[in-house]
């Protein structure tokens, strides 16, 4: 059992320490892939792909989407573990 008691009325609940993080929502896989090609465009430097893929990510991301694209980016950035347990191209 948890020792995360939650507030069904506020978002991310409470428990005894002030504020408890509210888990990540499922990212959809559509956009999922949206994210790893946005990653391979960032990481390519690839304008134009981006504003491509930002446009058809606007049309779908929700506060969800848009924490799971910052994330990966970061992890891309600094060479943390993905999703998948594997490094990113920083560390390889």
């Given at each position: ?9 506020v978002?991310?609940?409470?428990d005894?320490?002030?504020w408890a ?5 499922a990212?959809p ?6 994210i790893?090609?946005m990653v ?24 969800a ?19 998948d ?8």
């Amino acid at each position: 059992m948890s020792s995360e008691r939650t507030d069904p009325d506020v978002p991310g609940g409470r428990d005894d320490h002030g504020w408890a993080p509210s888990r990540p929502s499922a990212v959809p896989q559509g956009s999922e892939l949206l994210i790893d090609r946005m990653v391979l465009a960032v990481r390519a430097g690839d304008d134009p792909a981006i504003r491509g893929l930002l446009a058809r990510l606007a049309q779908v991301a929700d506060v969800a989407v848009l924490l799971r694209l910052r994330q990966r980016l970061d992890e891309d950035v600094h060479g943390r573990p993905g999703s998948d347990g594997q490094r990113t191209s920083v560390e390889r």
